[in-house]
């Protein structure tokens, strides 16, 4: 089962909300990733946890905050966020991330709106 | 340049047609390469691995060519359930782990 379930589907908040999005994944996988992807462009990678430690954060503004708790969960805290961080937020998960030929798994995507 | 490029289409092909979308990527560390197919408002799903020399899955053939950085996908016999954005997708290893990296993807349009 190459399930990634992510919640909420859809989250609307103003910019002086703090919110988080959640990802889980029961594969086993020991990597999470965060991607966002705005309109009719590609997904573009934030944040890699590999075995539950940040090990990439693609320069992602603090506003952003992301968490593992275990190695099946990965949240993205949300904090002053602007109207321009709207987008789809994809949870990707992978088997191990030491393999060149790792293969992702994306969850179906948050929503996002910011007013 | 982009890491990663593709023509952005979009393809418009009658039912039963053969199309090919083609992708080149500049990093020649990349080290693995993908074919992810997304449905409009949905998350991307893999379609093919395309390792060493290229691989087929049904009326789904992909090919990789890393002396000139080229990875192509053809798609045979196509059905209306294949109009979807294709997106080339390059992996490299990176100190702290898999940075996959996406083209803009191709549209593909089947119709009757």
């Known amino acids: 089962d190459t399930e990634v379930t992510q919640t909420p589907k859809h989250l609307v908040m103003g910019m002086t909300n703090k919110k988080s999005l959640k990802c889980e994944q029961h594969m086993g996988h020991r990597a999470m990733y965060w991607y966002k992807q705005k309109a009719k462009k590609p997904p573009e990678l934030m944040f890699v946890y590999s075995y539950e430690k940040l090990s990439i954060n693609e320069s992602v503004p603090s506003r952003f905050s992301p968490e593992c708790p275990n190695s099946s969960l990965l949240n993205l805290h949300l904090h002053a966020l602007q109207p321009e961080d709207s987008a789809l937020y994809l949870c990707?998960?992978?088997?191990?991330?030491?393999?060149?030929?790792?293969?992702?798994?994306f969850g179906p995507g948050t929503r996002l709106t910011v007013l | 340049r982009k890491e990663v490029e593709q023509d952005p289409g979009p393809f418009n092909v009658p039912e039963g047609a053969t199309v090919a979308f083609n992708c080149t990527y500049s990093n020649s560390a990349s080290q693995s390469f993908f074919w992810y197919r997304q449905d409009c408002r949905k998350e991307p799903k893999l379609l093919m691995s395309?390792?060493?020399s290229g691989n087929e899955d049904g009326r789904f053939t992909a090919q990789l060519n890393r002396a000139s950085q080229y990875i192509s996908l053809l798609i045979r016999d196509s059905k209306l359930s294949d109009s979807a954005t294709y997106l080339c997708a390059v992996n490299r290893l990176t100190g702290g782990g898999n940075k996959l990296t996406f083209g803009t993807g191709t549209q593909l349009k089947v119709e009757l």
């Open positions: 990707a998960s992978s088997p191990d991330s030491g393999s060149s030929t790792d293969t992702q798994y």
């Open positions: 395309v390792y060493s």
